[in-house]
């Protein structure tokens, strides 16, 4: 797209493409730690009111 005045082009827009960085597995290892039991089901007092 480009930005004219008096029909004399003063600026162009164009799409500012992100770099791509790379990726390194393992890089959080030891920051976030998941539980066992993470997947189990809530117990009853967790839900409240939300389930009937």
Known sequence: MVIA???TPVARLVAVVPEKRKRI????????EV???FDAPL???VWGD???
């Open 5 to 7: 005045r008096a029909g």
């Open 25 to 32: 597995l393992g890089r959080d290892d030891g920051i976030i």
């Open 35 to 37: 539980p066992d039991d």
């Open 43 to 45: 117990p009853p007092e």
């Open 50 to 52: 939300l389930m009937p």
